[in-house]
């Protein structure tokens, strides 16, 4: 539901700019000789000509739409062009488009704060800019006033027909002017020098909102389309929120909308200011009734965010009517193709801006045979997020499983899926000097292959404890990477001629094998230690003596240095073990078993006192003291 945030008290200029039918706009930056000719960019299935998605001016004049299909288009207007999106892996690829838009944020983010809304909308916070301007060189002090500035559509501004830009003008450089309509002026400046860059720099047109806040600019942008722009001053809010239909309001489309209309007979945004902030507040709680008693006076605190990535990243495919999906093997191929698409996305992402997404969420719209309820939402289901592509794949088909039997309530009944889709979220910046847990493994001495021991940033699909799971990796990987002074270990003949005999057969350090005195059995096979099946902990004979070796070389290191504490001396540890304890990532503690958590965040946090005398109990069990 929507929440109120207080306005900011200080004058604000914020402007959304939208792109001009931008799916077109690339197409026919692509093919020049589409321009000025009807176009419309259509999806890539071929069901009736294909559903239009984009639909230019051109092609608008004859009176197609986007809800036609492209055979509808092209009887309405015979010569219109349609180009159709790129196809990857059986459905639509909009990386192009993405990358376009990319662009367009280039230029308007050195403005001020730029958030991107989607592929072809941009949020810009121009306040700074604004006040910059205001105090240089204000709009009075101008030599000349930009065109594009001048062709602005200042709202309440009445004007004879051909003196539009003659009182642009004059609003522009009012010297009486409140300090809020002066910044405004300024920003309408800026955003038209602005859209200017854009065209020149991308051959693209856009249009744009200028108001004192997002809402307004929000609702500003389309209304004067294409290549313009328009200008909300304070003083005609009301008269602009009074005739404005109450579905064409950001979050009131939907049931709250609707709810507005039917009960209480709320056709327009300015009908709200009929009701008190108390009455709406029982109606519809505190936060949503306050939020509509301020929308209704055009009152909104929203922040522009400093963002110009995405705050996620999703692929989604529909299956209508006869296409639908009926069986699991048909929602595995799909949902396969789609978390290719989605590990590629977030994997760029990882490698060009260092980020890294942490949950992964799978969406489905699904539909039951012969059921009294079927219309019953199929569940959204969501998990951490492994990267590699398998790993994701896997855990999509776990949550699809997950959400059917919920959906399906463990009855025997026929089903269809009509919709899925895969997304990662919650994506941070991945913090300074992170790399591989392996860094903290490998001792001065031991000479590792730097494909082997990588300091890879975490989620890099080639990082090393990537290359663990893999089993030729693996085996390779624990020999020259094995932990620091682990040979030097004193062992009896019988366990030693035990050992080589076990290594001669199988290959001690095999991915298969319970490997003692090493950390890194607990990443084989990228699994985690809970999830381990109850043969891969038993012991057998030459293993639990190895536990007794190890044990005792333990006690060996404490009582012949009787100044080093496993939980508190940090020298102690970074010498003989090579870690560095501050710099160890968090995230990559919480991967670690929970024995070898307590131990570590023993390290950092030094007042919490690790009992390091039962056996098995710190990650000292696993390893072997250095010989000095």
């Given at each position: 539901?929507?929440?109120?945030r207080?306005?900011?008290?200080?004058?604000?200029?914020?402007?959304?700019?939208?792109?001009?039918?931008?799916?077109?706009?690339?197409?026919?930056?692509?093919?020049?000789?589409?321009?000025?000719?009807?176009?419309?960019?259509?999806?890539?299935?071929?069901?009736?000509?294909?559903?239009l998605?984009?639909?230019?001016?051109?092609?608008?004049?004859?009176?197609?739409?986007?809800?036609?299909?492209?055979?509808?288009?092209?009887?309405?207007?015979?010569?219109?062009?349609?180009?159709?999106?790129?196809v990857?892996r059986?459905?639509?690829?909009?990386?192009?488009?993405?990358?376009?838009?990319?662009?367009?944020?280039?230029?308007?983010?050195?403005?001020?704060?730029?958030?991107?809304?989607?592929?072809?909308?941009?949020?810009?916070?121009?306040?700074?800019?604004?006040?910059?301007?205001?105090?240089?060189?204000?709009?009075?002090?101008?030599?000349?006033?930009?065109?594009?500035?001048?062709?602005?559509?200042?709202?309440?501004?009445?004007?004879?027909?051909?003196?539009?830009?003659?009182?642009?003008?004059?609003?522009?450089?009012q010297?009486?002017a409140?300090?809020?309509?002066?910044?405004?002026?300024?920003?309408?400046?800026?955003?038209?020098?602005?859209?200017?860059r854009v065209?020149?720099?991308?051959?693209?047109?856009?249009?744009?909102?200028?108001?004192?806040?997002?809402?307004?600019?929000?609702?500003?942008?389309?209304?004067?389309?294409?290549?313009?722009?328009?200008?909300?001053?304070?003083?005609?809010?009301?008269?602009?929120?009074?005739?404005?239909?109450?579905?064409?309001?950001?979050?009131?489309?939907?049931?709250?909308?609707t709810?507005?209309?039917?009960?209480?007979?709320?056709?327009t945004?300015?009908?709200?200011?009929?009701?008190?902030?108390?009455?709406?507040?029982?109606?519809?709680?505190?936060?949503?009734?306050?939020?509509?008693?301020?929308i209704?006076?055009?009152?909104?605190?929203?922040?522009?965010?400093?963002?110009?990535?995405?705050?996620?990243?999703?692929?989604?495919?529909?299956?209508p009517?006869?296409?639908?999906?009926?069986?699991?093997?048909?929602?595995?191929?799909?949902?396969?193709?789609?978390?290719?698409?989605?590990?590629?996305?977030?994997?760029?992402?990882?490698?060009?801006n260092?980020?890294?997404?942490?949950?992964?969420?799978?969406?489905?719209?699904?539909?039951?045979?012969?059921?009294?309820?079927?219309?019953?939402?199929?569940?959204?289901?969501?998990?951490?997020?492994?990267?590699?592509?398998?790993?994701?794949?896997?855990?999509?088909?776990?949550?699809?499983?997950?959400?059917?039997?919920?959906?399906?309530?463990?009855?025997?009944?026929?089903?269809g899926?009509?919709?899925?889709?895969?997304?990662?979220?919650?994506?941070?910046?991945?913090?300074?000097?992170?790399?591989?847990?392996?860094?903290?493994?490998?001792?001065?001495?031991?000479?590792?292959?730097?494909?082997?021991?990588?300091?890879?940033?975490?989620?890099?699909?080639?990082?090393?404890?990537?290359?663990?799971?893999?089993?030729?990796?693996?085996?390779?990987?624990?020999?020259?990477?094995?932990v620091?002074?682990?040979?030097?270990?004193?062992?009896?003949?019988?366990?030693?001629?035990?050992?080589?005999?076990?290594?001669?057969?199988?290959?001690?350090?095999?991915?298969?094998a319970n490997?003692?005195?090493?950390?890194?059995?607990?990443?084989?096979?990228?699994?985690?230690?809970?999830?381990?099946s109850?043969?891969?902990?038993?012991?057998?004979q030459?293993?639990?003596?190895?536990?007794?070796?190890?044990?005792?070389?333990?006690?060996?290191i404490?009582?012949?240095?009787?100044?080093?504490?496993?939980?508190?001396?940090?020298?102690?540890?970074?010498?003989?073990?090579?870690?560095n304890i501050?710099?160890?990532?968090?995230?990559?503690?919480?991967?670690?078993?929970?024995?070898?958590?307590?131990?570590i965040?023993?390290?950092?946090h030094?007042?919490?006192?690790?009992?390091?005398?039962?056996?098995?109990?710190?990650?000292?069990?696993?390893?072997?003291?250095?010989?000095?």
């Open positions: 539901m929507p929440v109120a207080p306005e900011s008290q200080d004058p604000r200029v914020i402007a959304h700019v939208d792109m001009d039918c931008f799916y077109v706009q690339v197409e026919q930056r692509r093919n020049p000789d589409l321009r000025g000719v009807p176009t419309a960019v259509v999806q890539y299935n071929s069901w009736k000509g294909g559903g998605i984009a639909v230019g001016y051109e092609a608008r004049n004859f009176g197609v739409k986007r809800s036609m299909r492209g055979d509808e288009a092209k009887r309405v207007c015979p010569d219109i062009q349609l180009v159709q999106v790129p990857a059986g459905k639509a690829d909009l990386n192009l488009y993405r990358s376009a838009g990319s662009e367009v944020v280039a230029i308007l983010s050195t403005k001020g704060k730029c958030e991107r809304a989607s592929i072809d909308e941009v949020y810009l916070d121009l306040t700074d800019a604004a006040k910059s301007m205001l105090l240089e060189s204000p709009p009075a002090m101008l030599d000349s006033i930009p065109e594009e500035a001048l062709k602005s559509h200042v709202l309440g501004l009445s004007s004879g027909e051909n003196k539009g830009e003659d009182d642009v003008r004059k609003w522009l450089c010297p009486d409140d300090y809020q309509d002066k910044l405004l002026a300024c920003g309408t400046i800026i955003v038209a020098e602005l859209r200017v065209l020149q720099e991308t051959k693209f047109t856009c249009s744009a909102g200028i108001a004192h806040n997002k809402m307004l600019a929000k609702l500003a942008s389309p209304m004067h389309k294409p290549a313009q722009q328009t200008v909300v001053p304070a003083t005609s809010v009301p008269d602009l929120l009074a005739s404005l239909p109450v579905k064409k309001m950001k979050q009131l489309g939907g049931k709250l909308g709810s507005l209309q039917d009960d209480l007979g709320v056709n945004v300015g009908d709200l200011l009929k009701f008190s902030e108390q009455k709406l507040q029982d109606l519809y709680g505190t936060n949503t009734g306050t939020w509509l008693w301020k209704a006076r055009g009152i909104n605190g929203d922040e522009v965010e400093d963002r110009l990535l995405p705050k996620s990243h999703g692929c989604g495919k529909t299956f009517g006869p296409m639908a999906l009926k069986t699991t093997s048909s929602v595995k191929q799909w949902l396969n193709q789609l978390c290719e698409e989605l590990s590629e996305r977030i994997q760029s992402d990882l490698d060009q260092k980020r890294i997404a942490q949950t992964l969420t799978l969406h489905a719209r699904a539909f039951k045979e012969d059921e009294l309820d079927p219309l019953k939402k199929f569940p959204s289901k969501s998990c951490p997020l492994r990267y590699g592509t398998s790993k994701i794949q896997e855990d999509a088909m776990h949550l699809f499983e997950s959400g059917l039997s919920d959906f399906l309530n463990s009855k025997n009944l026929g089903w899926i009509t919709s899925l889709a895969v997304g990662a979220s919650k994506i941070v910046d991945i913090p300074n000097g992170t790399t591989s847990i392996l860094k903290y493994l490998t001792e001065k001495r031991t000479s590792c292959n730097p494909s082997d021991c990588s300091d890879a940033l975490p989620g890099e699909p080639d990082h090393a404890t990537s290359l663990i799971s893999q089993k030729d990796a693996d085996t390779k990987s624990y020999k020259e990477c094995k620091p002074f682990e040979s030097e270990v004193e062992e009896n003949p019988k366990t030693k001629a035990s050992r080589e005999s076990a290594s001669d057969s199988k290959g001690l350090f095999d991915r298969d490997v003692k005195g090493t950390i890194l059995r607990y990443f084989s096979g990228g699994c985690s230690s809970n999830q381990r109850t043969s891969e902990v038993e012991t057998n030459l293993e639990e003596e190895e536990e007794e070796k190890i044990s005792s070389s333990t006690a060996n404490t009582s012949s240095h009787p100044n080093l504490n496993l939980n508190q001396n940090k020298n102690a540890l970074s010498e003989n073990w090579i870690y501050e710099e160890i990532d968090p995230s990559v503690v919480d991967e670690l078993p929970l024995e070898i958590q307590r131990e965040r023993g390290w950092i030094p007042s919490k006192r690790i009992n390091t005398a039962k056996r098995g109990s710190t990650i000292a069990h696993y390893f072997s003291p250095a010989r000095k």
